[in-house]
């Protein structure tokens, strides 16, 4: 147990990374604990609403504890991603939520054709004639593919697709 | 019969054609496997009849595993885990200008594998619902809590980061509703949470988007030239050489399969170790013996549908493409669990025929389609990412047309990034999920019938053994964990 503990305060990215996870994991528990005191821990009846966010805050946060103190599966910083990747990462995160949160007032087609021209670049997509031919008939195979075909209504905007 | 009867309607065939068609070609894109091809053509499915849905599921599901096995013969590059192995022989065999044998051996394989498992699957079930049947809550729990062990003491890596995993898992169950007291719990205000989180979003962010996001930093492996039709059918040696590897795969794969929380990929590592121990020439393996692709394909699809057997007789998910399956039934109306024999006997044995079909439609279909595969691996991976995004935006947004589920994809889209970073298991996540309201009722139902006191699971045998069984899956993988982990730091 020593020599694991030990082995656990290196300063490498793999070791940072699971010493990160471990904090928000006690972080999370130490929230679900807070959390279901507002509900009642048991009735006449037996265990209430408040008895298993109770007791799964308290195994979480020791759970997190053990993995602050001990040292991550592996130590290979390959295995990482790059800070490229973190970047594209975030990109097509951002797109994503944008495109679900206008999709209503936009309309489906818009969204997902102003999010596959921003996504495609970012992947690796250059040509802006490639991107604007694969956005534009991907999105209307797909619309026509929902539409027609499964009948599953797809959101419209105000020019009617 | 009634069930074939069922599954032999021109529709149903169909949809387990399309199925088997798309299951595939999402199967063929690597590191899609079958859970992801679930959540991702999840949407194609809705609006249909629950029996023709169902199929079409199942179909994707065994379409989704022999996609994988294109790719890992074909570029070297797993297609989902449970194909990893066959990386090994297979690919070597087409460096040698042996891809067609490989491919039409791994089809044939998993056809037989599949078979025998179904016939297995459709001699056990019966007896194994009739026993369920008799479970009062105290043995529910206790077999839940052996189904938690499991899928976390198996997971592979760290049994601390299993529990993180299914921990999490349980906390995102608890979002919603109260079972008892009907209060709202951990809603945020939101009342798109009063009905917990619907599992769409969770699959897909953790399945289809995470793994798309993992993917951004990877290159295009190159591609050895499709093999001609007439270059796939094996030789009368290839075919002596592996019916004893395909004959052990299906018990292993089979056997395997019925033991919630190993995964596939478990069923086709432990399928070629014993090949190369029962090989007279072991050295072979790794350097494109067909024995080492026969067994491990055919130990996957037979796996493929032992898993199945938990979920129909017991209402338990063993593996996180089970559990999402699970959830697709739940979505239609039916909660997986002895009482479908009872409920819905035609729509079960629909599906268990459908099954059988679905193997029949890949053995015919699959070898013939290749080189069709291996277009779609020529497709740009900025489009196919760009599209398996904008279909998880779909999917997720149909299911209830609410703009809020694509904002619960991303983050959970995040957590499944996070979870693969951080090393940490996803399958204990999904199936703690899944199950984790029916775990929290049950556990309540069992304490409010004995006051609160937790004596009343060592009163039942049953329950008692499940219990052990659990505390002991967990102290022998723990114990596995530490030396091996204490193994390779020395």
């Known amino acids: ?161 | 019969l009634h069930g074939l009867e069922a599954a032999v309607q021109p529709v149903n065939l169909l949809y387990a054609l399309a199925g088997c068609v798309v299951g595939t070609l999402v199967g063929v894109l690597p590191g899609l496997g079958s859970t992801a091809a679930i959540g991702i053509l999840l949407p194609l499915t809705f609006g249909r009849e629950p029996t023709t849905a169902i199929i079409m599921l199942a179909a994707i599901y065994w379409g989704s595993m022999y996609g994988g096995t294109i790719t890992s013969v074909l570029l070297n590059v797993p297609g989902e885990a449970s194909s990893a192995i066959t990386c090994l022989d297979g690919h070597e065999m087409a460096r040698r200008g042996r891809a067609g044998p490989a491919l039409s051996i791994a089809a044939i394989g998993s056809f037989i594998g599949g078979t025998v498992a179904t016939i297995g699957l459709v001699a056990i079930a019966l007896p194994l619902t009739a026993l369920a049947l008799k479970f009062g809550p105290a043995e529910i729990l206790g077999l839940l809590l052996m189904t938690l062990a499991l899928v976390t003491g198996l997971s592979g890596g760290s049994p601390i980061l299993g529990f993180v995993s299914m921990l999490l898992g349980l906390v995102v169950a608890m979002v919603g509703i109260d079972p008892g007291a009907g209060i709202p719990r951990f809603t945020f205000g939101r009342t798109e949470l009063l009905d917990g989180v619907n599992f769409i979003p969770v699959v897909m962010g953790m399945f289809g988007v995470a793994e798309v996001l993992l993917n951004l930093g990877e290159k295009s492996a190159s591609l050895i030239p499709a093999p001609s039709l007439k270059s796939l059918l094996p030789t009368s040696r290839d075919l002596r050489d592996s019916a004893g590897p395909v004959a052990r795969g299906t018990v292993v794969g089979f056997l395997l399969g019925l033991v919630p929380g190993l995964t596939g990929v478990v069923a086709s590592v432990v399928s070629y170790m014993v090949e190369r121990k029962v090989s007279r020439t072991p050295q072979r393996f790794g350097k494109g013996a067909i024995e080492g692709v026969a067994g491990p394909e055919t130990a996957n699809n037979a796996y493929a549908t032992g898993a199945i057997v938990p979920l129909f007789t017991l209402g338990i998910p063993g593996s996180p493409s089970i559990a999402v399956l699970m959830g697709a039934f739940t979505m239609n109306g039916i909660v997986p669990g002895p009482f479908m024999f009872v409920e819905h006997t035609t729509l079960i044995w629909t599906v268990i025929a459908s099954m059988y079909i679905a193997n029949v439609i890949l053995l015919l279909l699959n070898l013939p389609l290749v080189p069709l595969w291996l277009l779609v691996l020529r497709v740009p991976r900025p489009i196919l990412y760009a599209f398996i995004l904008v279909f998880c935006i779909i999917g997720t947004y149909t299911t209830r047309n609410e703009p809020f589920d694509v904002v619960l994809m991303v983050l959970f889209g995040l957590l499944g990034y996070a979870f693969k970073i951080a090393d940490i298991p996803v399958a204990p996540f999904i199936v703690t999920m899944i199950l984790g309201p029916l775990i929290e009722r049950t556990a309540r139902r069992t304490l409010e019938m004995s006051n609160g006191h937790f004596g009343v699971v060592l009163d039942s045998p049953l329950a008692l053994s499940f219990l052990v069984a659990a505390i002991g899956i967990v102290v022998i993988s723990s114990f596995k964990f530490a030396a091996r982990f204490k193994g390779s730091a020395e």
């Open chain 1, 1 to 161: 147990v020593t020599r694991s503990v030990l082995s656990g305060w290196k300063f490498t990215p793999a070791h940072l990374v699971h010493k990160v996870a471990a904090i928000i994991v006690i972080g999370t528990g130490l929230a679900v604990i807070v959390a279901s005191r507002s509900f009642v821990y048991s009735d006449d009846l037996g265990p209430g609403p408040g008895f298993l966010p109770l007791w799964i805050g308290i195994a979480l946060g020791t759970v997190g504890l053990v993995m602050l103190l001990t040292a991550p599966t592996h130590d290979d910083p390959d295995r990482l991603p790059s800070p490229g990747a973190l970047a594209k990462a975030l990109v097509l995160i951002v797109a994503m939520l944008a495109a679900g949160v206008s999709m209503n007032a936009v309309g489906f087609v818009t969204a997902t054709f102003i999010f596959t021209a921003i996504v495609l670049p970012t992947l690796g997509m250059r040509r802006p004639l490639w991107v604007a031919l694969a956005a534009g008939c991907g999105t209307f195979a797909i619309f026509y593919l929902f539409n027609e075909l499964l009948h599953e209504t797809l959101p419209t905007g105000p020019l009617g697709f």
